[in-house]
């Protein structure tokens, strides 16, 4: 199956899940994150904001707030397909942009550079048990995580973990993926 078939079936899958299944299962995987040491043990947080079918993650960067961490979110250069993380303050700091995302406004939002980051929390559509992902196409969290030390892991419901994933040379698995029933290692 191509990736393109891959990211079909997946969205497909999500945006079948109803809202009540969609907010369960998000509030369980975040109740593993907020136990997680990696969490726990982080100051600067690196997240994306959510769209609707993702998991929830506007509730996560409230959260970390609320435990005095920096909540750092992304915003797309698409030129250079780099990805730029600036901490995010309050939800006001972030502009609409391509696809209804949100992103942080780079004229309000100070950027944070990746050394200063404890946690990157990798999104993807699908997942392999080895921390391999299928991303949304644009090879932006590859590039990012290429020199990147700190940990690492993704959120994704039972449903976004698949047998077979296409890999390429250059992607990069994270070390763990937080699901509805626990944390898959994958190193």
Partial sequence: MSKKQLRNEQLKKLTDMNKLQHEQKSYQISTYLFQHPQWRGS???AITVSKHPEINTWDIIKKGWLEGKKMVVPKCTP???????YELGDFEELEKV???LYEPNPFICKPVHKKEIDLVIV??????????RLGFGGGYYDRFLMDYEGATLSLAYKEQIVDNLPAESF????QQIIVENGVI???
């Fill in 43 to 45: 100051e600067t947080v």
């Fill in 98 to 100: 391509y696809y209804d």
């Fill in 79 to 85: 030129k250079t397909k780099e990805l730029i993380f």
């Fill in 171 to 174: 992607d990069i698995p994270v």
């Fill in 185 to 187: 290692n994958c190193e």
């Fill in 123 to 132: 999104p993807g559509l699908a997942f392999n048990r080895s921390g391999f």
